[in-house]
């Protein structure tokens, strides 16, 4: 069983629906029905770290958290 630190958030509140995080990993995020991103893996292995650390400095708004 793999222990993480990581725990993906992204705050509706100020997410613009560009869909960087999407493209970028497809695997953890995925636009919703609101046209806004939406986490599909909460809890991600480390593995996903670096990819994380992109999403959120290419999210214009600094909607997601890790």
């Given at each position: 069983?793999?222990?993480t630190n990581?725990?993906?958030?992204?705050?509706?509140?100020?997410c613009?629906?560009t869909?960087y995080?999407v493209?970028?990993e497809?695997?953890?995020?995925?636009m919703g029905?609101?046209?806004l991103?939406?986490?599909l893996?909460e809890?991600?292995?480390e593995s996903?770290e670096?990819?994380?650390?992109?999403?959120a400095t290419?999210?214009?708004?600094?909607a997601?958290?890790?």
């Open positions: 069983m793999s222990h990581l725990h993906v958030k992204i705050e509706k509140l100020i613009q629906g869909g995080c493209r970028l497809p695997e953890i995020f995925t029905n609101d046209g991103g939406e986490v893996i809890r991600p292995d996903y670096e990819t994380l650390e992109e999403a290419l999210c214009p708004t600094r997601i958290t890790y």
